[in-house]
């Protein structure tokens, strides 16, 4: 079974505005962490944002802020005031357990900001 | 965060030839892993190189054909063996374990091209 899915294939949005991209995950362990990476086409992987699974408050890191429902087994992605240079592949990733710190990772929402 | 440098960026190679890549740490990591990101796909792991013993394959991986080293805590090798067109993908290596913090680092990638 899929641990992380993201459904939306690609996304358009228009400069300035706001954009949430989706992440589900599973998981039985109570101790996990939720990582949001972008890949522009140069092919590096950037990290953006870190959620762990004890933590209360929601991560934010200057323009991206991931909605944690865990209840519902969500952690979106919001990117507030898209620049043209957010166009970009965005993975969702999560490290399960203590101990373990490997990632598993979504098939990644293209993202493309118009102008 | 760690600051990872990982060689060749890109390579274009023969079939049935071998390539080596290297990744260096700026501190020392418990666990260094290894990624194979097929064109259009999203990042599979391929192994765990842990400093000292042998490194653990993920299903589908095996050791003849992506033999990894990790001869300290700040250095690892990942050599695609004898290779063929279907391993033409970005190969990226990343840490994390106790000292990396919670944002688990890449390196820029090496571009695989087999021909």
């Known amino acids: 079974a899929q641990k992380i899915t993201q459904t939306q294939p690609g996304m358009f949005v228009q400069e300035k505005e706001a954009v949430t991209l989706d992440c589900t995950y599973d998981?039985?362990?109570?101790?996990?962490?939720l990582f949001w990476y972008k890949q522009p086409s140069s092919g590096e992987m950037i990290f953006l944002i870190y959620?762990?699974?004890?933590?209360?408050q929601n991560a934010t890191e200057g323009r991206y802020s991931l909605n944690f429902q865990k209840a519902r087994k969500s952690a979106n992605l919001v990117i507030s005031a898209s620049q043209l240079g957010d166009s970009a592949m965005y993975f969702c990733?999560?490290?399960?357990?203590?101990?373990?710190?490997?990632?598993?990772f979504g098939a990644g929402t293209t993202v493309t900001v118009r102008a | 965060s760690a600051v990872i440098s990982q060689k060749p960026s890109r390579d274009i190679c023969q079939r049935g030839t071998s390539l080596t890549i290297q990744c260096q740490v700026d501190?020392?990591?418990?666990?260094m892993f290894w990624y194979r990101q097929q064109p259009g796909q999203s990042l599979t792991l391929i192994a765990t190189?842990?400093?000292?013993?042998?490194?653990?394959?993920e299903s589908g991986f095996v050791i003849d054909k992506f033999p990894i080293s990790r001869p300290n805590l700040t250095f690892s090798t990942l050599t695609v063996s004898n290779m063929s067109p279907e391993d033409s993908s970005i190969y990226l290596c990343?840490?994390?374990?106790?000292?990396?913090?919670?944002?688990?680092?890449f390196g820029s990638g090496t571009r695989l091209t087999v021909v």
């Open positions: 990733a999560m490290r399960e357990g203590q101990g373990d710190y490997k990632l598993s």
């Open positions: 959620q762990g699974s004890y933590d209360e």
């Open positions: 998981t039985s362990d109570q101790s996990y962490g």
């Open positions: 501190s020392q990591v418990t666990m």
């Open positions: 190189a842990n400093q000292g013993s042998e490194a653990t394959y």
């Open positions: 990343s840490v994390g374990g106790i000292g990396t913090g919670t944002g688990y680092t």
